[in-house]
């Protein structure tokens, strides 16, 4: 994906401090850091969730896949591709990362703020964001939100 400048553009969330946000174990054994908004896996996804919430604008025609990490995400990220995508057969030479991306760890990856708007509708996401983290324009936009969690 294209950045906006050349390169990429340096996004002003890591001159918040996102190292400092306190951080607890978690139930799947990775430290998880507290922000307002929610509890992270990563202090980098802390980063990135600040980041998106801030450049990202969601159409009408997107598709977010929400999911909590270790849920199943791959077999859902793989059953909405197939969904929306009858008759090819691109999960067959393609991981289901590669089609559909993860915003926090390849969309807007290390604090770069890609151009999206070249990508063709729908555009599939997946996130392991909380959603009151998500833009305002998801809500606005009427995009449809999958969210799934584990009881």
Known sequence: MRTQEEGRKEAPARERGGETFPS??????????????????FTNGVMSSMVIKEHLTARATDIFLTTFPKSSTTWLKALLYSTL??????????????????????????????????????RLFMT????????????ASGCKNIYHRVL
């Open 85 to 122: 995508h009858r008759g090819t057969d691109e999960l067959v030479a393609h991981s289901p990362h590669q089609l559909v991306p993860f915003l926090e760890s390849q969309v807007f990856a290390n604090d770069r703020i890609p151009d999206l708007s070249s990508l063709p509708s729908p």
């Open 128 to 139: 392991h964001i909380p959603s009151q983290s998500l833009p305002d324009s998801v809500a």
């Open 24 to 41: 607890a174990p978690s139930l799947i054994g990775l430290p998880c850091s507290r922000h307002p908004d929610g509890w992270y896996t």
